[in-house]
């Protein structure tokens, strides 16, 4: 397969009108890969792809708004999630780029021979039409999440609360989440806002809170379950739980397939409809 | 200055000793595989003398996250400024890292300048400083390649040496013996077994890092080094700067409430997009190419320039959690090739 | 002997709609009680989900959200915008263990002050019940 990308990705390179192709490199101590910009037909041959092509490259796509060429671009289903995600969003133009699917059977964990968490229940988009593709793009059937994985749903809320003040308390507020998640892309985030400020300095639970309560609730609808956020935080903050979560919340109550997994389908909290249920305490609308 | 000797079991003993006088922190191991974090004691968690960088870097105990620096109240036409004190009482710190304690020094060059940061030069003064022999932790750590003796490093005011179940503890300054004499009744002589595993320590901090060599200014490296494909690569997260021990750049804002309010201290980064911005709106260093460029130009070059020295422990913090995988060594490396190629 | 506790409950009113039924219930004699801390908004809409969460974090013990009836907004369907993100919200604090007492939206017309009291003085009581809030716990203190 990897042969095949840095084909695809030497031809790409050499038509006119090409910026650069997004791709992964392996790292120079050989342990792991890292993102790759590459712009030469000539450095097709850096590219690689196995288990440890943890980066979601769709992240790096609001970048290109505003400049001219076409970016090709390699995507596992996740990532594709993503990028369609970012289509809909009008983040970049689908003309503009020339997406290879990857099909990816699951990504190594920590100890490099596990299964990442962040694959378990791994979806694909469905119907996305790739301009080329390594293989099938199908989805793996992967185990679900272990039961020791914190299961919040089986708390109680004074449990669950205990547990994210706890979790999120180790943040740091350094920021990488929001800088490495691919739906955090506006050029000027609420975070940070002067006039007026949302959110304090202060190194409190009460501010790490607000500032995941509501990152979340920004990508409620959009998280693509990509986990770039856990892989950043140099904390090990369980950041995938919230998130995760939530997206299911949305998912079920509003019937959504997924953030980018129906072309086109427009997340939740950008649409509403007459008959929408109503929130608590319900009754009468 | 005879080394005596302190053992591991009686750890917790010796840190409730220092606890009568002073605030003590120390490395503390929370949940397993997650990094040390300097606390102060008592804190959840195991205290844990060991060679393993601690998440945040021993700087953050002088120079913290947010600080409220003064407070102010509106009385009529008054206003009333009050300034915090930054220490309540005298401090240690147990086992700090040779690494994190040279970047102690580098800092003082800026913060200590005339007029010296109030703050920070009064946490320096009412901190004593235990030093950890260290034995290197991986691969990423280089300070040997900048400059720092990891076994014997300079700046702390006592060292903790490993040597079988506990590490040989001396002092190196006035404040470094006072406190190992406070210590006294929970040390004790080390035995001759103790003294030679204490001097035969090795580290495994790497020499040959490209950072070996550096203190130069970088002259033409505005212009030849590959800033565009180091950006290419970067998401600017500024987890490097989070992380450095050597980073100190800060903001202030005010926080108002009706006639009350405060002023904080906070770290700031100059990787992050509106570091530069002015009140108008303009923004000298908008693309993240130019950003990366400052980073890594000041703790390489104009700090060279300025001081004589990279201001770089080799820690590798930076390489080790950049989402990127790109540490300051490779940007070394870079700025040295560039300049090869154009020379 | 610690004074008995009192809710502080923040809730934001619709110009249009249920400002003017908060009007109308003081029209009626109903006395605001002093727990409630009412903004008046053009359009229920206009709250942001940040404000709601700024609100819950630091320490409010509950927030509602007050507009038209659906069908009946001013603006035609800001309100419905409302409804989304409260059922997102809802999910989110119940994921984040906050009791769903603390965030509440309801509708209430201009017409509507006994409602508009009703639903006051019931929310008071709940949160009374459940006591003070307790993310706001570390607001305002220093974490070391």
Redesign the interface.
């Known amino acids: 397969m990897e042969r095949r990308l840095r084909e695809i990705a030497r031809e790409l390179l050499a038509r006119p009108g090409t910026l650069c192709f997004l791709g992964w490199e392996a790292l120079p101590n050989g342990r792991g890969t890292r993102p790759v910009e590459i712009r030469g037909a000539d450095r097709a041959d850096l590219l690689v792809w196995n288990r440890t092509c943890h980066a979601n490259l769709a992240a790096y796509l609001p970048r290109f708004r505003g400049s001219q060429g076409s970016v090709g671009i390699a995507v596992k289903g996740c990532d594709a999630r993503a990028l369609s995600e970012l289509v809909r969003a009008r983040q970049i133009e689908r003309e503009r780029l020339f997406v290879v699917g990857v099909p990816c059977a699951g990504l190594a964990g920590p100890d490099g021979a596990s299964l990442a968490l962040r694959c378990h229940g791994c979806r694909y988009p469905e119907g996305f039409v790739y301009d080329a593709t390594l293989g099938p793009m199908v989805a793996p059937d992967l185990p679900p999440r272990p039961v020791e994985d914190p299961n919040i749903d089986a708390m109680t809320p004074d449990e669950r609360r205990r547990w994210f003040e706890e979790e999120l308390g180790r943040c740091i507020r350094c920021d990488a989440c929001r800088k490495a998640c691919y739906g955090c892309f506006c050029p000027e985030c609420v975070f940070e806002a002067s006039r007026p400020r949302w959110i304090s300095r202060r190194d409190t639970v009460a501010e790490k809170l607000f500032y995941h309560a509501v990152r979340a609730y920004h990508l409620a609808g959009r998280c693509v379950g990509c986990d770039e956020c856990g892989r950043a935080c140099p904390a090990g903050v369980r950041l995938d739980v919230l998130n995760r979560a939530l997206a299911r919340h949305v998912e079920e109550l509003f019937a959504f397939a997924g953030a980018g997994v129906i072309e086109g389908a427009v997340p939740p909290l950008l649409a509403f409809t007459p008959d929408d249920p109503e929130p608590y305490p319900g009754g009468e609308p | 200055m005879t080394a005596r000797y302190l053992d591991g079991a009686r750890l917790a003993e010796a840190c409730a000793v220092l606890g009568r006088n002073l605030d003590v922190f120390a490395p503390v191991l929370g949940r397993p595989g997650d990094a040390p974090r300097l606390e102060r004691l008592p804190a959840a968690g195991t205290v844990t003398i060991a060679p393993r960088k601690p998440l945040l870097p021993l700087k953050s105990l002088f120079l913290p996250d947010c600080e409220v620096i003064l407070t102010f109240r509106r009385r009529g036409n008054e206003t009333v400024v009050t300034e915090r004190p930054p220490v309540e009482r005298d401090r240690v710190v147990l086992g700090a890292l040779p690494c994190d304690v040279a970047a102690l020094a580098l800092v003082d060059r800026v913060m200590l300048q005339d007029p010296p940061d109030p703050s920070w030069r009064e946490r320096r003064a009412r901190t004593a400083i235990i030093a950890l022999a260290c034995t290197g932790e991986d691969e990423g750590c280089c300070c040997a390649s900048v400059g720092v003796d990891p076994l014997r490093p300079k700046g702390a005011d006592a060292l903790l040496s490993p040597a079988g179940d506990g590490w040989l503890i001396e002092g190196a300054t006035d404040k470094g013996e006072r406190i190992v004499d406070a210590l006294d009744g929970v040390l004790r002589k080390p035995t001759a077994v103790e003294i030679e595993a204490a001097r035969v320590l090795i580290s495994s901090s790497r020499k040959d890092s490209p950072l070996a060599g550096c203190e130069r200014a970088w002259a033409d490296a505005w212009d030849t080094a590959p800033w565009q494909d180091l950006a290419a690569r970067c998401l600017g997260c500024g987890v490097c700067a989070a992380l450095c021990p050597t980073c100190h750049c800060f903001e202030i804002q005010d926080e108002r409430r009706g006639n009350d309010g405060v002023r904080l201290r906070a770290w700031d980064t100059c990787a992050a997009k509106q570091y530069a911005r002015m009140a108008s709106g303009e923004n000298p260093r908008s693309r993240l190419e130019t950003r990366l460029r400052q980073r890594f130009l000041h703790k390489l070059s104009y700090s060279a320039e300025r001081y004589g020295s990279i201001a770089c422990v080799g820690c590798g913090r930076c390489a080790a959690h950049c989402p990127g995988s790109t540490g300051i060594e490779e940007v070394a490396r870079l700025l040295a090739r560039a300049e090869a190629d154009h020379g | 002997m610690t004074a008995p506790f009192e809710p502080r409950i923040l809730v934001f009113a619709c110009n249009w709609c249920s400002y003017a039924g908060a009007d109308m219930a003081g029209v009626s004699r109903f006395q605001m009680p002093p727990n409630c801390r009412v903004v008046r908004v053009m359009c229920s809409a206009r709250v942001k989900?940040?404000q709601i969460?700024?609100a819950l974090?630091?320490?409010i013990d509950a927030v509602v959200v007050l507009g038209c009836?659906?069908?009946d907004c001013h603006y035609t369907?800001g309100n419905?915008?409302t409804?989304?993100?409260?059922?997102?919200?809802?999910?989110?604090l119940?994921?984040?263990?906050?009791?769903?007492e603390r965030?509440?939206?309801?509708?209430i017309s201009a017409a509507e002050g006994a409602k508009f009291a009703a639903a006051i003085r019931e929310v008071i009581e709940a949160v009374r019940d459940l006591g003070p809030n307790?993310?706001?716990?570390?607001?305002?203190?220093?974490?070391?």
């Open positions: 989900p940040e969460l700024a974090t630091r320490g009836h659906p069908g369907e419905y915008h409804r989304r993100r409260a059922l997102v919200l809802d999910a989110l119940a994921t984040l263990g906050v009791e769903k965030f509440q939206v309801r509708w307790p993310l706001g716990r570390s607001h305002g203190t220093q974490a070391s």
